[in-house]
């Protein structure tokens, strides 16, 4: 969903309910590289499951991160995700009639999304052309949401160079450029028009992003070059986990955080006292990958038997949870590299998997000027 033209820098601004992240790519020697980086907590009440409530203070929190970074940000456009709580993605089927695409579409969406088609900013990709019932992968957002994020970007001085699903930036940043789409605007390429050899001999395995939040999980399935579907996972998130390890070993929130990035899903580690806390979010990440296994299978006709598990997120970071996944799933588990597409890497690393989708926003213009 573009709002102006393109300009020739952007950064990525990834604005969710606890923090604020934003980065800036920069071309150095044909060399993708970081060029600025900043980040920043926002207090409970400014922002609640992706709805605004405090435009000024949410505003204020932007300018400082791009007025304090270490190494200054260059451009005054950013690429923004919408909060997935809020936006909606769905294939649907639609019937042949004589009027433009756009209209049946919004006939048909009341019967796919609980929005009225009127109050919502739409796009919409085809596939299928030659059938009597097309189909097509729509996404859409509430006017009003989309009007709270371009709003609080203008007081903090900053343009909307595009509005995008956090799904894909996610997607463009930990999946090597080959093995997803080359994308121009916010929905664009997620079905393809046109199906190439290199899908139709699936050259690159079916994978789930599992986006470990601080206040929810996001399950990805990517596939052929596309996402395929997205699951949001709310009972699942990094904040949940800390939250109740506090609670259960009397411990300050810095310190549980600490306990569970440090002992994780090790037996071993803190005596087992975090894995026995955390037992039944993983249990319950297992039955959703899973599941959403099993629907891919049967709602799509697809063969997952490559299935592969991408984790990122700053939830993710937590000792072993690769190695459990992997052992109780029987699928290859890896964690994302954001920087998977930055030739350039930083010297320091730390705490880069929470930048994920900011740096898979600031992606997008390299991506586009090579398309």
């Not at 922002?47 to 605004?52: H, K």
């Amino acid at each position: 969903m573009r709002l102006i033209g393109s300009p020739k820098k952007i950064f990525g601004l990834d604005i969710s309910d606890l923090s604020i992240k934003a980065i800036e790519i920069g071309i150095r020697a044909g060399k993708k590289y970081i060029r600025a980086m900043g980040s920043a907590a926002v207090p409970l009440g400014y922002i609640e499951d992706g709805e605004i409530k405090n435009e000024e203070g949410v505003a204020e929190i932007i300018k400082k991160i791009l007025e304090k970074s270490e190494k200054k940000f260059t451009s005054k456009y950013a690429v923004l995700s919408l909060p997935e709580t809020k936006t909606f993605i769905k294939v649907i089927e639609i019937p042949e009639k004589n009027q433009p695409v756009k209209e049946t579409i919004r006939e048909e969406l009341p019967r796919h999304m609980p929005i009225s088609s009127e109050d919502v900013q739409m796009d919409w990709q085809g596939n299928n052309e030659d059938q009597k019932n097309k189909k097509f992968l729509v996404g859409v957002v509430p006017q009003s949401v989309a009007e709270e994020y371009t709003n609080v970007c203008k007081m903090a001085g900053v343009g909307v160079a595009a509005l995008e699903i956090e799904a894909q930036a996610i997607a463009r940043s930990v999946l090597a450029e080959e093995n997803k789409t080359k994308d121009i605007n916010w929905l664009s390429k997620l079905i393809n028009k046109k199906d190439s050899p290199k899908n139709k001999n699936r050259d690159y395995p079916p994978k789930i992003i599992v986006d470990f939040g601080a206040t929810r999980t996001s399950l990805i399935l990517v596939d052929e070059g596309f996402i395929q579907f997205t699951n949001n996972l709310n009972k699942i998130s990094g904040k949940n986990i800390t939250d109740k390890i506090s609670r259960e070993l009397s411990l300050s929130e810095d310190e549980a955080e600490k306990a569970k990035i440090i002992c994780g899903t090790n037996p071993k580690r803190c005596k087992g006292a975090v894995l026995k806390i955390i037992n039944n979010n993983i249990d319950e990440l297992i039955n959703e990958i899973i599941n959403a296994d099993n629907f891919y299978q049967t709602h799509f006709g697809k063969d997952t038997s490559s299935l592969e598990i991408v984790l990122c997120g700053g939830g993710a970071n937590m000792f072993n949870l690769d190695g459990i996944l992997e052992d109780r799933l029987g699928r290859k588990v890896e964690y994302g590299d954001p920087l998977k597409n930055i030739e350039t890497k930083p010297e320091k690393r730390e705490g880069l998997l929470s930048y994920t989708t900011a740096i898979g926003l600031a992606l997008r213009n390299y991506l586009e000027k090579n398309d």
